[in-house]
């Protein structure tokens, strides 16, 4: 439990201190969701639970949808931007 909770808390500070850099939002957000599914595992695993194993599979699922979406949509917004920077300075469209 407490390598869940360490591994969750740096994804919590990853998130939090990048907020310019997309890319590394979604590695904190991955690193959030797998602590979460260790949580789920272990606790499935020390009581028994099949339930809880199959909620992980789907945090598993839902996290590799989440990073093919994310990445196609920072890729789209490459292509129109010039940039994949959440700050304005970059990018075709200064004023």
Known sequence: ??????????????????????????????????SITLIFLINGIAFNDNFAQIIALFIIALAGAESAIGLSILVVYYKLNGAVSLTKEHGKFKN
């Open 1 to 34: 439990m407490t390598w869940a909770l360490t591994l969750f808390i740096i994804g919590l500070v990853g998130f939090i201190l990048n907020r310019k850099n997309v890319i590394l939002m979604l590695i904190s957000i991955e690193i959030m969701l797998v």
